[in-house]
Structure formats: C-alpha cells, structure tokens
C-alpha cells in the first residue's frame, strides 16, 4: 500500500468538501477521481502532495515514497528555461548531472521540448507539457495528474497513455476525457456530496452502475420522504402521540426529521438548449486556392474545401497547426494571405473560442449574457436571466460576480451560456470541453449532436469527436490539410493500416497538399457500425435501469394475481392488470432485444 486516507475531512468555508471519507490506493493502481465541479478533487490531490492538511483524519504516506503533482493551474515561473522547470523535478537525493541528464533530455524528447525556450513565452499547451515532464523526470512513487490531457494535442495525449501504461507506480488523476480514462483507469474513484466511493472498471463501467446506484437512491429516498410525510401528519394529530406507548414512533420520527436534514442533495444537472436560427444557405464556406503564412512560416497551402449545410466538421492535428487559424480564416477575422474565401448566405455564427476572448471578464455573469438587460429572449420568449443561468448551475448569489472571479469550468459555462442565449445555424467550438466536468460535457455532447446546423469543432476529445462529427480536416503540418469522411476511431484505424502497409515516405512538398481520403458518398466512407451514436449509447447505458424497473413490476404483478382474492376485486381492474402483465413481458422481451442489439454494435 502506497496511500492511505483515514476518516478524512476537508472543509471550504462552511461547506464540508470530504466528510470522513476512507481511501486506499496500492502500487500499481491507476486510480482515476470523478465528480462534478467544485466537488474537491483538486483538494484531495492536494492532500495527497501535502500542500494542504485535513481538517480531521490522517493522510498517510508510505515511508520514502516519491509523490509529484502534475496541477491543473499552469502557472508562469519567471526566467526559467524549459530545462530549469523540467530539472526541478528530480529528486534531491539524484545522483550527478552526468546521470540525471540522460533522464531529463529523454522526457524533454519524448513531449517535444525544447529545452532553451523560456517557460512564460509558451503557450498553455508547452507549459502543461514542460509541468509534465517535470513531474514526470523523477520517476516518482505516486503520481497525481489534474486534467492532464487540458491543452495537448492528440498526439500528446496517445504519448501519455503509453507512457502512464508502463508507469509502475501508483497513480491518481483527475480527468474529464473519457477515452482517456477508459483506457487508463483500474478503478474510478467517485467524490460526491463530501463521499468517497470505489468503482471497479473503467469509466464506461462506472456509468452504467452510476446510473443505477441513482436511480436506486432516488426511490429510496422518495420511499423516505412518503414515510416522513405520513409521520408529520400523525403527529400533528396530538394526543395520540403523545401517549406512552407511542414515545417510541416519536423518538423514531426526531431520528427521521434529522437523517432528512442531514440529507445532502446531488448537485443539479446543468440544463441548456443549441437556439436553432432560420436555416442558413446551402453553401457555408468554399475555399479556393487558400494560403495563410505568418512570415516565412506557411500554416495553410492551397486549400481547396467546400462546406455545406448540415456538415458535421472535426478539426484536428498537434499544438501550432493552424486549427484556430483555420476557424479564423472561414470566419472572416483572418485574411488570406492567397486564394479566396467565399462565406454563404443567412449565417448566424456561434463561436466559442478556447481562449474565451469574448467573456467580458470585468464585467459581471449576468451582464455577460444579457448585456445589462433583465430577461434573456430564448425561444422565442422572454426568460429571467436568473432563471436562464440556473440552468447552467449559476447560483443567484454569483449573478453580480464579476467573471474574473470564476474558476475555469465556471467560466466555460458562462460561455456556454452566452453563446446559446443567441440563435445560430453554424456552431463553432474551439476546446470547448476544457475544464468540464463529465456530466456537463455529456450534455453539451448532447446538444450538439441534436444540432442540425452545420458544425465545426476543434478539440482533441476524442470521444467527443467520434459522437458529433461525420468528417474531419486533419492539419498535418506544412500547410497541409487532409479531409478525411469519418470520425477520429475511423481516422485513427486508417492511419494505423496506411502505416503498416506503407514505406516511410516524404510528400513531394512542391505539390499541392489538400488530399481527400476517399469521395463523399455513403458507399466509400468508413464504417461506423461499430461505433454508437451519443443518443443510442445513452439508451444502451440506461437499458439495465429499465430492465431491472420493468422485471420489478412484472414480478409485484405475478405476485398480485397468483392471489385468489385478487379476482374478488372489480371485473375492470382484474381485466386492466391482466393486460399490463401481458404488455409487461413484451416489453421486457424487447428491452432485452433493443440491449442486444446494442451490445452487438459495441462491437
């Protein structure tokens, strides 16, 4: 055992974030932490690192064991070199720079650093691969990664997976990339409402019975608040209850008044909606012969692209690229440098850029949303702006917060929530799932997949991606851009056959460089059978929840009509609940059914 809580509590203010929780992680473990925003994740691992101390319980290390923490907040270390912050995490008990240079030049390789640069001139993305490397270099015993996977680049992300697969330590990460996780995790570890609770599995596991844990909980706590209810009401009654035999109920309905009060709910979901305008003209964007260069440096060469109305377009490829060059260019804030741009008809464009530039940070939350105004106009009515951001888990205490104030997540949603106040017919998102939380990225998964706009969408979530988008640019560097009809687990196979199948061989670079992977008809794009969409994967994960809830009430009404006294009772009710348990069974054989068919195209 490297790692051991012991009735730990925490606490922010008033509000308990661990409410003596236990925790156990073994070496070799890969232990990834969920929950939603503002739950305590980043608190724990600050536990673990010993930058923070409980408010009661013990946090226990094992004797001589190495931790490093990769954070979430990348903050900028004046006048250092990439070298100098890589070099800071080896331990003090090294050995000399002639062995530990070794060491370090093989992590600066392997994240493609560049070891002069200093560390406050690069972007989000190399200083998260520079605080990685220096997590990394020390071979520590325990790891602790926060949203490791936030500005890297696909390339980046499959590294990292390779290298914490041969990782011998123990780690413990925080992560809202679920192919990430699924690909990682041995175990998922819950906090929610201040608890601490174990899945074993990957994410996908750990959804499926997530989803039945609360569903059971609801039930039993609507079972709770029925007793409750009838308690009050035969209290209120008097002098029953306060004869002596009945002390007892009494005492019994105090414990109850004080299990509810004690009850913590589950944080709400956040609720929102892609406003649709009127549908835009059949041509969105047509590129002709386009070249974008900064200098000498050529992002973009001789692209030849149209898009259509309806398109579901992913764009992709490593840090520096040119994606948000890109989306800048079909928008009309970047000039060519060569070629033309053509834009289409009726475009009412929502832009989410991941640099969240149009977030007003001095201005207020509600502000930022309805520029002063009291009511936002969604649908085509008027809705208290109060109302509008609860939904996008605001509280109304935070309305006069100044942006500025907000946490990542809180600023993306606000975002969010600006962007979707304003009807669209093109939704363009640039990194939009950074510092999300899993249930609201799964609901922005969801809106935009019922989007029936057109779309383009920048990220390197690659579950994301495989969910929403039917084709994908892929920027290759040197102003290349391939088209490619598919989504990235489609992209991701023909690059792994073209390279087995294939001779290393450079492109002439004189040619022009645009390249479709095969025409745009049904018969010659990939195959996307084994692959669920976002809606069936949802059905799929809930179908054990129904099973279980429809055998339950087949099974109450065999139990009822194997009574003999239940055919005393009147001819229509005998009649109806024979009918239900006759429908019952068919609908319980196609639950059945629909799951395994499902299952079958899980592949």
Not at 16 to 34: K, T, Y
Not at 132 to 159: M, Q, Y
């Amino acid at each position: 055992m490297l790692l051991r809580f012991d009735d730990v509590s925490l606490a922010f203010g008033s509000r308990p974030l661990l409410d003596h929780v236990s925790l156990l992680v073994d070496e070799g473990e890969r232990v990834c932490l969920v929950g939603r925003n503002g739950e305590g994740k980043s608190s724990l691992l600050r536990l673990v690192a010993g930058l923070a101390t409980p408010d009661d319980g013990s946090v226990w290390i094992r004797p001589g064991a190495r931790i490093a923490l990769l954070a979430q907040d990348l903050d900028a270390v004046a006048d250092a070199c990439v070298r100098d912050i890589v070099e800071g995490g080896l331990p003090t008990d090294a050995g000399e720079s002639w062995e530990t240079t070794p060491r370090v030049e093989a992590v600066m390789s392997r994240l493609g650093l560049d070891g002069t640069a200093q560390f406050a001139s690069l972007s989000g993305g190399w200083r998260r691969r520079a605080l990685l490397g220096r997590a990394l270099v020390g071979d520590p015993d325990v790891l602790l990664l926060d949203e490791p996977t936030n500005h890297l680049d696909i390339a980046a992300i499959e590294w990292l997976e390779g290298a914490m697969l041969a990782y011998r330590g123990a780690l413990l990460f925080v992560s809202h990339d679920r192919a990430f996780v699924n690909r990682l995790a041995t175990r998922v570890v819950e906090l929610d409402r201040g608890r601490l609770s174990s899945w074993p599995g990957d994410y996908d596991d750990f959804v499926v019975r997530k989803t039945l844990q609360l569903a059971n909980e609801a039930k039993a706590n609507a079972d709770f608040d029925r007793k409750l209810a009838e308690e009050e009401v035969w209290i209120r009654k008097g002098v029953e209850a306060r004869r002596t035999r009945n002390e007892g109920r009494v005492r019994a309905l105090m414990a109850m008044r004080s299990e509810r009060r004690a009850r913590r709910e589950r944080i709400g979901r956040a609720e929102f909606a892609v406003a649709e305008a009127v549908e835009s003209g059949k041509r969105v964007f047509e590129a002709q012969h386009v070249g974008v260069a900064f200098g000498d440096h050529e992002v973009i060469r001789d692209l030849e692209l149209k898009i259509q109305r309806g398109d579901r377009i992913g764009i992709v490829g490593p840090n520096g690229a040119g994606k948000s060059t890109l989306l800048k260019l079909l928008l009309g804030e970047l000039a060519p440098s060569t070629g033309k741009v053509v834009r289409g008809s009726r475009l009412e464009v929502a832009y989410y850029d991941q640099q969240r530039a149009r977030l007003d940070l001095s201005a207020s939350v509600q502000d930022n949303v309805n520029d002063g105004n009291t009511f936002v106009p969604i649908g085509g009515e008027n809705r208290h702006v109060s109302g509008y951001l609860r939904d996008f888990l605001f509280r109304p205490d935070q309305l006069r917060t100044p942006a500025s104030a907000l946490s990542g997540g809180e600023r993306n949603r606000l975002l969010l929530a600006k962007l979707f106040a304003r009807p669209a017919n093109l939704l363009v998102l640039d990194e939009p799932t950074n510092d999300l939380d899993l249930d609201t990225l799964e609901l922005l998964e969801e809106r935009v997949a019922d989007f029936e706009g057109t779309l383009l969408l920048v990220s390197h979530d690659r579950a994301f991606l495989d969910r929403v988008v039917t084709s994908l640019l892929v920027l290759e560097g040197e102003g290349r851009v391939r088209e490619f009809i598919g989504g990235w687990s489609d992209y991701a196979t023909w690059r792994a056959d073209r390279q087995r199948t294939t001779a290393p061989s450079r492109e002439s670079a004189s040619s022009r460089e645009t390249e479709t992977v095969g025409a745009r008809t049904k018969d010659s794009a990939p195959s996307r059978s084994r692959r669920l969409s976002f809606k069936d994967q949802r059905e799929f994960d809930a179908l054990p929840v129904t099973i279980e809830s429809l055998e339950a009430e087949k099974a109450e009404l065999e139990r009822m009509v194997a009574d003999p006294a239940f055919y005393q009772r009147s001819q229509d009710e005998v009649r109806g609940s024979l009918a239900r348990l006759q429908s019952l069974g068919a609908e319980v054989d196609a639950a059945y059914a629909r799951w395994a068919e499902l299952e079958a195209l899980r592949g």
